[in-house]
């Protein structure tokens, strides 16, 4: 399904740390949705509750979930965090991409 890199896991885990209900927090939701000039975009955010049906790995300490249609896009992603002169930000190494926009935002699959 999906793996995240030692250092996405510690971004993750100081996102999660800093919120103030961070004990309410179960984990991040990582999605695919349409947008961006090549058709789909990724979206993470910080995850309170599991959808019913939702796939679901533990990544120490922490959950990753993902809705059924999105895992169709993400199986066999890593997620890795990197940070360049230009700026740093969560990266997806996604098998299933055909292309990427000259951005780098948004892939076709």
Known sequence: MLTLTEKA?????EAIAAQKDAEAIRGIRVSVMGGGCSGFQY???LE???VEG???VNVD???VLVDEQSIIYLDGTEIDFIET??????HFNNP???STCGCGESFKA
């Open 9 to 13: 896991v510690d971004k993750v885990k």
């Open 43 to 45: 979206g993470m955010k």
């Open 48 to 50: 309170r509750e599991q």
């Open 54 to 56: 939702d796939p679901v």
């Open 61 to 63: 300490g922490f959950e």
């Open 85 to 90: 002169s230009q700026g740093s930000g969560f």
């Open 96 to 98: 299933n991409v055909t």
